[in-house]
């Protein structure tokens, strides 16, 4: 699978992609539980997605790795997609990135904003905070 083909509210993703930069980590309690989140930008070949990182997952994370996510999710947030491993998805950090070779294609596009986000970015997660019930924070 790649970027391209994915779509909102779509399961069972199995992609390997590049990581270009991950975001700061927030912190936030959910029935008493706390847990941590960031943003991350992912790219492949053909595009680049949002992508959410949960807990643990964003340790193992860094710009420059390359990461396989299975039985991951798409949702959409205010008309913006993002993929996330879910409840039941699995991100395995696989190697390094194959961008930065110094050509023209290796160069990133994104049309995500680099600038720091404003307070009202800080509840981006609140969908997928709730989607996450089950998972162990």
């Known amino acids: 699978m790649q970027v391209k083909d994915l ?12 990581i270009v930069d991950v975001g700061d980590t927030r912190e936030f ?3 008493g539980k706390p847990g941590k989140v960031a943003n991350a930008i ?3 070949e053909t595009g680049d997605i949002k992508l959410t990182l949960w807990n643990d997952d964003i340790e193992k994370v860094r710009a420059g790795d390359k990461v396989h ?11 913006e997609m993002q993929l996330t491993t879910g409840r039941l998805g699995k991100l395995e950090v696989v190697g390094k990135s194959d ?12 049309n995500i904003p680099t600038e720091e986000p404003s307070g009202e970015d800080v509840n981006v997660e609140e969908e997928d905070v709730e989607d996450s019930d089950d998972e162990e924070i």
């Open 7 to 18: 779509k909102p509210k779509l399961g069972n993703v199995d992609i390997v992609i590049d």
């Open 29 to 31: 309690n959910k029935f």
């Open 42 to 44: 992912a790219k492949d």
């Open 69 to 79: 996510l299975t039985n991951g999710y798409v949702n959409e947030w205010q008309g």
């Open 99 to 110: 961008a930065g070779s110094g050509s023209d294609d290796a160069k990133i596009r994104t």
